[in-house]
């Protein structure tokens, strides 16, 4: 038999999902500062630099109206010459940055991988070259590849390599090799530091198996360690390129791109374009042909890596 109180209809509760509800909003708050910050300090300016990219914006014409002009500013950036030109000098000024840096970070960390008296005082000391202020590291490198004073026509005057004094940092030929030499100088340390913590976190029984198989170091070195520092080598060789890719104030500071844009790279280019010929569609069409090429790069960096995941 059926009683009485079931068939008092009782009220239908929402507190279930009201509570639902509260949760989600509460996690989105909490979303909510990050989402602003992409928002206002990356998205905006990214998608205003594009919009410009679609307009002949001018010191000229900013303030009285500019047009709309299509893909014009992308062929008038393609074709450019001295743009061209910068896309070279990037490629060898990031391929060579990157190789050198590379190598000697990879030396250095395998030497300090060891145990030996003085080695935190050494290695702090190497750090030093990072830590100084790319404005000071610049002006310094300047004045070592000087013409007349400077350190290394001397040392190598006095080792009769050359015979007379070679002007480093104003010669067509050399002028871009000489900001080259003082990035590899400014980004050891750095490389230095993320492959020493990569080798310190390999395992060491490996190498004791090693050891005990009779394997000598080379073979150690190429089997073992370069295999397992794969993914340390994959995310700084990444941010290698992001880096050295957008370089800008060595290359200010030494050469101002010159001479006749032989050290002329793609954000330099942008900055002239953009603040000394105030031509502002132009700077914001290199820079987003730029970024273009790096999320290329990024894409196929997380395609290798997703790969090794998978393997």
């Given amino acids: 038999m059926e009683s009485p109180l079931s068939a008092v209809k009782r009220p239908r509760s929402f507190k279930p999902k009201k509570r639902l509800q509260k949760d989600v909003v509460g996690k989105y708050m909490f979303v909510l500062p990050g989402l602003l ?45 001295v743009f061209l030109q910068s896309v070279k000098n990037s490629i060898v000024f990031t391929t060579l940055c990157l190789l050198f840096q590379f190598v000697i970070g990879l030396a250095l960390a395998l030497f300090f991988n060891k145990t030996f008296p003085g080695r935190g005082l050494f290695r702090a000391l190497l750090l030093m070259a990072w830590m100084i202020p790319l404005v000071i590291t610049g002006t310094l490198f300047q004045w070592m590849f000087a013409g007349e004073y400077g350190i290394i026509n001397h040392f190598l005057l006095w080792a009769n390599i050359i015979e007379e004094p070679i002007y480093w940092v104003s010669n067509e030929q050399t002028a871009l090799y000489s900001t080259i030499i003082a990035n590899i100088w400014i980004g050891i340390p750095f490389n230095m530091v993320i492959l020493l913590a990569g080798l310190q976190s390999l395992p060491t029984d490996i190498y004791e198996a090693a050891r005990v198989d009779g394997a000598s170091k080379w073979r150690q070195f190429f089997a073992i360690t370069l295999p397992l520092l794969k993914p340390t080598l994959f995310i700084l060789v990444m941010l290698g390129i992001i880096y050295t890719f957008k370089v800008f104030d060595i290359i200010l500071i030494m050469t101002k791109g010159g001479p006749l844009y032989a050290s002329t790279v793609m954000p330099f280019y942008a900055y002239e374009q953009a603040f000394i010929n105030y031509n502002f569609s132009i700077g914001a069409t290199i820079t987003t042909v730029m970024l273009a090429l790096l999320i290329v790069v990024s894409l196929i960096y997380l395609r290798i890596a997703r790969k090794e995941d998978e393997a």
């Fill in 37 to 81: 910050f992409l928002a206002v300090f990356m998205l905006f300016p990214i998608g205003y630099n594009v919009y410009l990219t679609f307009h002949n914006v001018t010191v000229f014409n900013i303030m009285s109206g500019y047009e709309f002009t299509w893909l014009d500013n992308y062929k008038a950036v393609l074709t450019d010459t």
